[in-house]
């Protein structure tokens, strides 16, 4: 079935640093890649997504990229901030098809002052 | 707006209890999904519906059920509790354009099946 994988599961920097985070998807029909933030106690809301004819977007501090070839895609947070520390959920999704979307499994980031 | 907001924050049921996680959106969105949230696991889709009077099930439908009457109300029945439900339950949705993918999310219900 669909699957997306995502690594890693967890992830420590130092504040000013950067981080990256890697996702895998199965289902070649996908089309739509979010990227969703998720702070304590809260709903995932979404920080980023990207649209499978653009390889890469920019959003201040936060980035993605695509590959479609590979079926990969990532999300490069730089000068990370405590405020950054939350579980970062990517996922993939055919929007022209069901709607589903197929989430990874999570990555915990911890920005260390 | 409101936004998504589920209903209760919290419980906690016996097994073989029944209860309905009540979720509504205030932004007239066609599409509403069900996830649950276990530790390391990331979001299971449990059910979805495109519309009032139409649902589907997702990867994880087994001990829930769903209706959607209204475009607003798209409610989680579970029947008979079991131990393997415990999670954190998440209603999201979206609008129909196939260019408006964003999801929004309720602020989640935690559930403890005992």
């Known amino acids: 079935g669909e699957n997306v994988e995502q690594h890693p599961s967890t992830l420590s920097v130092q504040e000013g640093d950067s981080a990256v985070i890697k996702c895998t998807y199965s289902?070649?029909?996908?089309?739509?890649f979010p990227w969703y933030k998720q702070e304590l106690g809260k709903g995932p809301q979404l920080i980023i997504d990207?649209?499978?004819?653009?390889g890469e977007k920019k959003d201040q501090r936060i980035a993605v990229t695509l590959n479609k070839t590979a079926k990969h895609f990532s999300l490069h947070i730089t000068e990370t901030q405590p405020e950054d520390s939350a579980v970062y959920f990517c996922?993939?999704?055919?929007?022209?098809?069901?709607?589903?979307?197929?989430f990874g499994t999570g990555t915990r980031l911890k920005v260390l002052a | 707006n409101a936004g998504v907001t589920q209903t209760p924050k919290f419980r906690i049921l016996k097994i073989g209890q029944s209860m309905t996680l009540q979720c509504t959106q205030d932004?007239?969105?066609?599409?509403m999904y069900w996830y649950r949230q276990d530790p390391g696991m990331g979001l299971k889709l449990i059910y979805y519906?495109?519309?009032?009077?139409?649902?589907d099930k997702g990867e994880v439908p087994n001990g829930y059920n769903v209706s959607r009457s209204t475009t607003e109300d798209f409610p989680l029945r579970l029947e008979l509790a079991a131990p393997s439900q415990t999670s954190v339950y998440f209603c999201?949705?979206?609008?129909?354009?196939?260019?408006?993918?964003?999801?929004?999310f309720g602020s989640g219900t935690q559930l403890s099946v005992l």
């Open positions: 999201a949705s979206r609008g129909g354009h196939p260019t408006n993918e964003k999801l929004f």
């Open positions: 289902d070649s029909a996908s089309n739509y």
């Open positions: 990207i649209r499978s004819n653009v």
């Open positions: 996922a993939a999704s055919n929007t022209s098809g069901t709607y589903k979307y197929i």
């Open positions: 932004m007239n969105h066609n599409y």
């Open positions: 519906s495109v519309g009032a009077g139409i649902t």
